[in-house]
């Protein structure tokens, strides 16, 4: 069975540094992409980017470009969303998620979700 | 960016009632990349429909999809208590990916 499972929740200050993680199982990992999603409390969904773990081809959605970093370790078969400098704006619930074949298709199987918390 | 309009924002109905949810988009997309997601509290969403009308593996055939162009529409033939939760639309043809900001089916 295809899984993904997210790395546990964190707390942070502003301007720390930070790297949550995304790792499959179930699956050959190097032949489908990793997206992320992003739920701010008591909001909607964001979809942030989307990575292809066998050549690290990585696509932004504009509005995350630069305020994040999407990664991928195929020896470990784990994808990986970080910060350089937290905001408290990133306070949100982070999702792992892959599409079913291609990098157009839905996302048919998703992470728990990491919770992020930034707060001094 | 495509900006997806979900309404309504709430719907309140009874078990065993009809829901109609409805997705607008601000520019055509292709039915072969719209998709329907359900998420429950504390849970990730879940794939109900993807290619505008074609159901996620092991997802009850009282959930329907229908539409083109800009409007699109997520139907629960008969509401069951496990159904009451939020659902948003997707569209993943153009970049980047987006979402609607969701409807929310409660119990009357």
């Known amino acids: 069975d295809v899984q993904l499972v997210q790395s546990g929740a964190e707390v942070g200050k502003p301007g720390e540094s930070l790297k949550i993680s995304c790792k499959g199982s179930g699956y050959t990992f190097t032949d489908y992409w990793i997206g992320w999603v992003r739920q701010k409390p008591g909001k909607g969904l964001e979809w942030m980017g989307i990575?292809?773990?066998?050549?690290?081809?990585?696509r932004y959605n504009p509005s995350f470009q630069g305020q994040v970093t999407i990664s991928a370790d195929k020896s470990t078969g784990t994808a990986f969303l970080q910060w350089s400098s937290l905001k408290a704006s990133d306070t949100a619930m982070y999702f792992c998620a892959r599409p079913s074949s291609g990098l157009a298709d839905s996302f048919d199987y998703w992470g728990q979700g990491t919770l992020v918390t930034v707060s001094s | 960016e495509i900006v997806l309009t979900q309404s309504p924002g709430t719907l309140s109905l009874s078990p065993g009632e009809r829901a109609t949810l409805s997705c607008r988009t601000s520019?055509?997309?292709?039915?072969?990349?719209f998709a329907w997601y359900q998420q429950k509290p504390g849970q990730a969403p879940r794939l109900l429909i993807y290619?505008?009308?074609r159901r996620a593996t092991g997802i009850p055939d009282r959930f329907s999809g229908s539409g083109s162009g800009t409007d699109f529409t997520l139907t629960i033939s008969r509401l069951e208590p496990e159904d009451f939760a939020v659902y948003y639309c997707?569209?993943?043809?153009?970049?980047?990916?987006?979402f609607g900001q969701g409807t929310r089916i409660e119990i009357k």
């Open positions: 290619g505008a009308f």
């Open positions: 997707q569209q993943y043809g153009n970049s980047p990916r987006t």
């Open positions: 990575i292809y773990p066998e050549d690290s081809d990585t």
């Open positions: 520019q055509s997309v292709s039915p072969a990349y």
